[in-house]
């Protein structure tokens, strides 16, 4: 007994159609013209992978980033990341109205 696939509602029942890929043997003919115009687009792609070459890397970030000592604590308003870490300003977060 084969099995029976679940219902969708919305979706058209079709038959279950084989999915094996089609054999090398199998020919396709086109017209000349539609031929010229897929060789002008393979080529026409094979110019921009060639033209944009590899992709520029970024400069790595930690070269960029602050040293914790270079930084006064006592005027930070809001984190800052640096080489070795976050510093936070020491009463960031706290509500003003909070009991102490």
Do not use: C, F
């Amino acid at each position: 007994m084969a099995q029976q696939q679940p219902q969708i509602p919305g979706e058209s029942q079709t038959p279950d159609v084989d999915q094996s890929p089609q054999s090398l043997d199998d020919k396709i003919t086109v017209s000349a013209s539609v031929l010229a115009d897929l060789q002008a687009q393979i080529a026409r792609l094979s110019q921009q992978v060639q033209t944009a070459g590899k992709p520029q890397r970024k400069p790595n970030d930690e070269n960029m980033l602050p040293n914790a000592g270079d930084i006064d604590v006592s005027t930070l308003k809001s984190p800052v990341l640096t080489k070795t870490g976050w510093l936070v300003p020491e009463k960031y977060g706290s509500h003003p109205n909070a009991l102490k």
